[in-house]
Every structure is written in C-alpha cells, then in structure tokens.
C-alpha cells in the first residue's frame, strides 16, 4: 500500500468514527431523480416517483464500484433483496461510476437482483448531501428508507458497509408495523 493509499485509509477510519453526516433528515422529501441503471446487466431508465408508485424504497449510495466495502455492502443487499421485497420495498445502489461499470457491478456484486444507478455528475449524491467529506467527487456510504410519500423515514451513514442492511431493514420493518404511510 503506497503512502497516499495509507492516508486515504487512515481518513476514512478516521471519518467512520468521528464527524460523518448525512444532511437529509427523517421526515424531509427526498430529492426526486431519473438516471440510467443497470440490473441484471441490463441498462434501465429508473425513476425515484415511479418505484416509490410501488412501495418504500431503500435508497443506498457507495463510493466505488468493485472497492472491498462497496462489494461487501453489494452482496449484503443483494442477500436480503428478498427479505425487502416481502416487506413492499425495492433496493436501489447510486455510485459516480458509468454505467458501463454499474453494469459489471450489477451482475457480480449485486448478483442481478437490484439496480445500481449511475451518478456520474455526481448530481444525486449532491441532491442527498450524499458526499464523501475528504473526497467530494465519491459517494458517503449512506442510506435512506424512503417511504411511499417520498419521505425520509431513516438515514444511516457509516462507511463500514456492516451495519446497513440490518439498520434499514430494522426501521422499514418498524415503519410497517405502525402502519404509517406518510
């Protein structure tokens, strides 16, 4: 590991354990957006209104396709896609990657069972104050639970990719049993 690399790494354990935020709060609108995604390695239009027509959505931005914490969080997903899906909800990854790598991405990482869209302009994570704080053209590693009105219903940010899965699938299971649909 090169001496940049060291510090890159030092910041980021550093970041995960001190000031990390997420300025979207629960009960805000989320930013609508339409983009180019893959799934399954097919290229797809995604629209935020159109899957919130279905149900919550879990909306997760990540780094760097293809990095050590954004394929573990990738599979971690794409292991309880199902367990969303019972729940009414669909998974949606946002990275800066193209769609050329999303779509790689979406074959291995995310085992063809979620889109991960392509933010190349950065412009979705911007929208979500999604930005990693020592390195603004990459993704924080941060979640929302997006409910059917297109509110926030949770947030969580970390960049240790182990907790997210279990942190939104907690509160979307909580959102559910009282029954709100704001």
């Known amino acids: ?46 629209s935020l209104s159109d899957e919130l027509k279905k149900g919550p959505v879990v909306l997760y931005f990540f780094p760097l396709a293809f990095s050590d914490g954004c394929s573990i969080e990738a599979h971690n997903f794409a292991e309880a896609v199902e367990e969303y899906s019972a729940l009414g909800a669909t998974v949606i990854g946002v990275s800066r990657d193209d769609i050329e790598t999303q779509k790689k991405f979406s074959v291995s990482e995310c085992r063809g069972k979620f889109a991960v869209a392509s933010d190349v302009d950065q412009s979705i994570m911007k929208s979500y104050d999604a930005v990693l704080f020592f390195r603004s053209d990459y993704a924080n590693r941060v979640s929302f639970v997006i409910s059917p009105a297109g509110k926030i219903i949770y947030q969580y940010n970390s960049l240790n990719p182990a907790k997210h899965v279990a942190n939104t699938m907690a509160a979307l299971k909580s959102w559910r049993e009282l029954g709100v649909v704001k």
């Open 1 to 46: 590991m090169g001496a940049w690399s060291k510090v890159i790494a030092a910041m980021a354990l550093t970041a995960s354990s001190v000031c990390v935020y997420a300025a979207l709060d629960v009960g805000e609108l989320a930013p609508k957006f339409t983009t180019q995604a893959a799934i399954a390695g097919n290229v797809i239009k995604y």
